[in-house]
C-alpha cells in the first residue's frame, strides 16, 4: 500500500503482524518517532527489532507476518 502497488494476500498477513506487535507491545512496528520516516522505512523492506520481551513463540510469528511482503 505504502509503494501505491496492488497488494493480496502478503498485505494482509502483514496488517496481521502490525496488529499482534501493536497488542503485544503498544508500539508500532518500524516506528522511530516520524510517521513518514516509518512508512519511508518500510518501503524500503528494512527489518524492525523484536523487543526482548516478547517471547520467542511471539517474537518469532510478529518476524514472520512482517516479513511477509519481503518474501
Request: aromatic share 8%; glycine share 8%.
Amino acid at each position: 500500500m505504502i509503494r501505491r502497488e496492488g497488494h493480496g494476500l502478503a498485505l494482509d498477513f502483514y496488517c496481521l503482524g502490525c496488529l499482534l506487535y501493536v497488542l503485544l507491545t503498544g508500539k508500532l512496528p518500524h516506528f522511530t518517532g516520524d510517521v513518514n520516516q516509518m512508512c519511508a522505512r518500510r518501503a524500503k523492506g528494512e527489518a524492525f527489532e523484536v523487543p526482548k520481551h516478547l517471547s520467542p513463540a511471539a517474537a518469532d510469528l510478529c518476524q514472520r507476518l512482517l516479513e511477509a511482503l519481503i518474501i
